[in-house]
C-alpha cells in the first residue's frame, strides 16, 4: 500500500513570495490533516478535513495561509506572502474516520520549508 | 489548559540499556493517547494506540503503558536501530477537534 505522498519535499524561497505545498493521501482516507513542525518541537495541527470540508482549521493563520481539498483527496497548502517565520517542515496526514477509529495517522516525508 | 509534556528531552543509552520515556499529561477529557516514532527527514510513524488507564500494548522491544496522569514507552534491550525521536499525542473529548502532540524525546542508542 503506498503512503501519504507529498510534494515538494524542500522548497527554498525569498520572504513576501508566494508558495505551495501539494499532499495525495492514502487511499480510502477520508481525513486529511496538515501540520507544521519547527524544528524540535511536536507536530502542531494547522487544519483538517473530512472529505472535501474543512471541519477544523482553527489554527490556520487565514491572513497569509489558505487550503483546499478537491474531490476529497489531493490537497493544496499554500503561504502567500511567505514571511520569515513561516520557515518549518509542514507535514501531511491522512486517516480513516469509523467509529472505532481514535485518529490513528500516518504521515507524508514532510516539506520542509525555507524562507530567506 | 490541555497540555502534554514529554521527558527526558534527550536520552543516550548504550545498546542493551532498558529504559523508559515519559508523557505526561493534563487534559479535560482523553479520548485516546498515541505514541509515533520519528527519524530525521521523515514523518512521524505510528507506534501504540491507548485508550483506558492500566492499558498495555507491545510492539517487539517496544511496551507502552497507560495511567490517569501519564504513559510510558519501555524500551527493552534496545539496539542502534531504536534511535530516532519519540513523540506522544494525546486526542481530547473537547467539543472541537484537539489532537497535541508533546515535543519528544531524543533518543540515541550506541553500539
Known amino acids: 500500500e503506498a503512503g501519504v505522498v507529498q510534494s515538494p519535499r524542500y522548497k527554498i524561497i525569498e520572504k513576501k513570495q508566494p508558495v505551495a505545498f501539494w499532499c495525495n493521501p492514502i487511499?480510502?482516507?477520508?481525513?486529511l490533516y496538515w501540520y507544521r513542525q519547527n524544528l524540535g518541537q511536536g507536530p502542531e495541527l494547522l487544519i483538517r478535513?473530512?472529505?472535501?470540508?474543512?471541519?477544523?482549521d482553527s489554527q490556520l493563520p487565514k491572513d497569509r495561509f489558505s487550503a483546499e481539498r478537491l474531490k476529497g483527496v489531493d490537497s493544496t497548502l499554500k503561504i502567500q506572502p511567505a514571511e520569515l517565520g513561516d520557515s518549518a517542515v509542514y507535514l501531511c496526514?491522512?486517516?480513516?474516520?469509523?467509529?472505532?477509529?481514535?485518529?490513528?495517522?500516518?504521515f507524508g516525508p514532510g516539506t520542509r520549508l525555507t524562507v530567506l | 489548559e490541555d497540555q502534554v509534556t514529554q521527558s527526558p528531552e534527550a536520552l543516550r543509552l548504550q545498546e542493551g540499556e532498558s529504559s523508559s520515556l515519559n508523557c505526561s499529561y493534563t487534559?479535560?477529557?482523553?479520548?485516546?493517547l498515541f505514541w509515533y516514532r520519528q527519524d530525521p527527514g521523515k514523518g512521524p510513524e505510528f507506534l501504540f494506540t491507548?485508550?483506558?488507564a492500566g492499558e498495555e500494548k507491545e510492539k517487539e522491544r517496544l511496551k507502552a503503558t497507560l495511567t490517569k496522569k501519564e504513559s510510558f514507552l519501555h524500551i527493552t534491550a534496545p539496539k542502534p536501530e531504536d534511535s530516532a525521536t519519540y513523540l506522544c499525542?494525546?486526542?481530547?473529548?473537547?467539543?472541537?477537534?484537539?489532537?497535541?502532540f508533546g515535543t519528544g524525546t531524543r533518543l540515541k542508542v550506541l553500539a
Open positions: 487534559v479535560s477529557g482523553l479520548r485516546g
Open positions: 491507548l485508550y483506558s
Open positions: 487511499s480510502g482516507h477520508n481525513t
Open positions: 499525542a494525546v486526542h481530547l473529548t473537547s467539543g472541537t477537534y484537539k489532537y497535541i
Open positions: 478535513y473530512e472529505n472535501e470540508e474543512a471541519v477544523d
Open positions: 496526514a491522512s486517516s480513516v474516520l469509523t467509529s472505532g477509529s481514535y485518529n490513528e495517522q500516518f
